[in-house]
Each structure stands twice: as structure tokens, then as C-alpha cells.
């Protein structure tokens, strides 16, 4: 349950971040400063490397089962899907693009849903590289990862024009965390809590140090989207939650922290539409409107199965 407790906040991270609130509205007002931005960009930024994280870890019974290509059908069901819905829900600004360009953006990955098609990516790498050993699987991941590394900090100082989705991606973003979580389940790390804690801070600091060094040296754009110091972080983090005692509900948190993923930008953008441009109203409503419509569909999807897999 407590994983369940911490998917939720993640996603309220995702939503909080895709707002604006917590950095264009808040700065403009002159309450947050560079240390701001940096803690807000390593904080927030958690969210994709620790829900990719409680992917591995679950994906290690799934493999064991051999239901790899169930798990990878679903995500990309979801990514299909959700993609259409947001095509009808933005048609009036994809009529006017090209066609090859947001057939390109499909493919790379569209808006926030990447993560969705990443992950079903990562997981492909993962179960292929499973068939030559254990050994295979963490040297990808160490390849794959130093690759996505290069390639941010080659855009970040001007070395390349990379765009950012060439790294932000599944195997060289999503995969190296999809491995440590899938390592944590199969070898649970014996670590004290004041040993886990250590290494959040440790994690913690190093981010905002990295986040601070390119603030300083490049400015606001791009932000870091990768930080080493995550790499500490956020398995420690969620080595942490595991040992929490949570209360049990029936709400449908892990399924309501994906509902609020995948439609949160529906909310955002519909919003100003209508008149309301407050971030602090989109934030607040891009959490709870997809929460309540999974918890409703959970509630019908005992008598419609179908609806249920959407989310």
C-alpha cells in the first residue's frame, strides 16, 4: 500500500510540474530564486525515475510468469489510446503542422505520454537482454545509460543540437531505472533505514548540485532532465517506501496515479479554454477530476471490463 500511497504524490509531482505553478507563476512573483528552481526541477523530476522504478520491481514477477508480452501489449494500448484521445482533443493545432511531423512525434514519443511507449520499450530491452544473463541486462543498462548521459550533456553545453527526446527516452532514460527496479525485487538491497536516508540526502544533494552547476553556466534552458545525483536518489527512495507501514484502502490509487498521468494535460489545457487560466485551479482540478473518473470507472468496470483496462 504504501507504494500505492506514493504513486499518487508522483503524479501530483507531474502535474504540479506541467502546470507551471511551481515555477513560472511562483518566480514571476520573485519567491523563487535559483536555488528554487534547482530544488524544484531535482525534486519534482523524481517522479518518472521512481515510477519506472516500481515498474521494474513488479515487472520482475511478470517475467516470471512469462506475461512480458501481456504487460508491453497493455502500455502500448494505453499509448495508442490516449494518443487519439489527445489528437481530437488539440485537432485544431495538429491541422495545421505537417503530417510527417507529428507522425515523428508518435513514434519518438507524444507529449508526456512517452512514458507510457518507454517503458513498453524498456521492457522489450529487458526481457531480450534476460535471454543472455543477468550480466547483459546491467551492462545495457550502464551503456544505455551512459549513451542518454552523453548525449543530454552534449546538448546542454552546445555541443550538439540533439533534440531532447533522443535521450529522454525509453532505452537510454527509462531503461537503466526499469533495471534497478527489476534488480531490487530479484536481490532486495539489506540497507538500514538510517543507511537509506543517508543516501537520499547523499542523492538529494548531488542533484541539486548538478541542477545549480548548469543554472549557473547555461541559464533556465534547457533544464537538467537527467541528474546523476537521481541515480542514488531514487532507489533509495523507494527501498524506503517499501519498509512503511500504509493504511489499506479501497480506493484505486495505483490505477488513479496513472488516470492522473495520462489526462492531466487535458485539464491544464481545457481549462484556459474556458476562461480559467489560474495554474493553482488547473494544478487542483488536474488531480482531482482524473482521480474521481478512474475512481468512477473502477466502479463500473466491475460490470464493463473494458473500461477498466483504459487507465
Known sequence: MSVDYLRVILACYVVLAHSGLARDSLREAGQVGLWGLAAGNGILRVAVPVFTLIAGYYLASTLRRGRLSGWVGHLLLLYAVWSAVYLLFLWP??????????ATELVLGFMHLWFLQGLAVSGVILGLMLRLGQGAVIGSAVLLGLIG??????????????????????PLYLYPYLVMGWLI??????????????LMILGLALTLAENIAWLG???????????LGHLILCPALLLWVLRLPAPATALPLGRAAAGIYVMHVIVLQGLPRIGLPDPA??????????FALVWAIARLGQRHRWLARLV
Open 93 to 102: 493545432y495538429y491541422t495545421t503542422r505537417p503530417v510527417g511531423l507529428t
Open 149 to 170: 548521459l552523453a548525449l543530454q550533456y552534449a546538448r546542454m553545453s552546445g555541443m550538439s543540437e540533439v533534440p531532447v527526446e533522443h535521450y529522454r527516452n525509453g
Open 185 to 198: 525485487a530479484r536481490h532486495p538491497p539489506r540497507l538500514s533505514t538510517p543507511a537509506l536516508w543517508a
Open 217 to 227: 553556466r547555461i541559464g533556465e534552458e534547457p533544464l537538467l532532465e537527467i541528474p
Open 281 to 290: 485551479l488547473g494544478t487542483v482540478l488536474g488531480i482531482v477530476l482524473p
